[in-house]
């Protein structure tokens, strides 16, 4: 069984959050990485679409807002190694939303916005979601597909 709670705050506005009664079991939802655009020129923009789905037989709350808070970004280079975050203004918004079984929510990320991919190569991105905004949700441990993104000359 699932329960909101609203007694958690970030500098004093109140945020609905997901707690699920058995915070051990996994939420039932999957996230699915994916790009439009691959390869892409070094310059460009390089977006990913993150699609949440139900994957349970009941309706669930989720957190819902600003993506780049919602998600735990996680780029690598070829070697491994975690890509530099650029320094970029952050707005910060927060809430929640329901999502009914079998059905998605999608969401965007502008990686280019967030991280340095100023030079040609091979990069490796995996989201989750940030335990933060859904403590004892059950989503702590939940990861995306591996996408891999070319920037070519």
Same mark, same amino acid.
């Given at each position: 069984?699932?329960?909101?709670?609203?007694?958690?705050?970030?500098?004093?506005?109140?945020?609905?959050?997901?707690?699920? #009664?058995? #915070?051990?079991? &996994? #939420?039932?939802?999957?996230?699915?990485?994916?790009?439009?655009?691959?390869?892409?020129?070094?310059?460009?923009?390089?977006?990913?679409?993150?699609?949440?789905? @139900?994957?349970?037989?009941?309706?669930?709350?989720?957190?819902?807002?600003?993506? %780049?808070?919602?998600?735990?970004?996680?780029?690598?280079?070829?070697?491994? @190694?975690? $890509? &530099?975050?650029?320094?970029?203004?952050?707005?910060?918004?927060?809430?929640?939303?329901?999502?009914?079984?079998?059905?998605?929510?999608?969401? %965007?990320?502008?990686?280019? @916005?967030?991280?340095?991919?100023?030079?040609?190569?091979?990069?490796?991105?995996? $989201?989750?979601?940030?335990?933060?905004?859904?403590?004892?949700?059950?989503? %702590? @441990?939940?990861?995306?597909?591996?996408?891999?993104?070319?920037?070519?000359?």
């Amino acid at each position: 069984m699932n329960r909101i709670r609203t007694n958690a705050s970030v500098a004093g506005i109140p945020l609905i959050l997901l707690t699920r #009664a058995n #915070a051990k079991t &996994p #939420a039932p939802i999957s996230l699915k990485l994916a790009t439009d655009t691959n390869p892409v020129k070094v310059g460009t923009e390089v977006k990913v679409t993150i699609t949440v789905k @139900n994957e349970g037989q009941e309706a669930i709350m989720i957190a819902d807002g600003t993506s %780049e808070h919602i998600y735990k970004v996680d780029v690598r280079d070829n070697l491994g @190694n975690p $890509v &530099p975050e650029k320094k970029h203004l952050r707005i910060f918004s927060i809430g929640g939303m329901t999502l009914y079984p079998g059905r998605s929510h999608t969401d %965007e990320i502008v990686l280019s @916005n967030m991280y340095d991919l100023s030079r040609p190569g091979t990069y490796f991105v995996m $989201v989750g979601r940030n335990p933060k905004v859904e403590p004892e949700s059950g989503t %702590e @441990n939940l990861r995306s597909n591996l996408l891999v993104i070319n920037v070519t000359i």
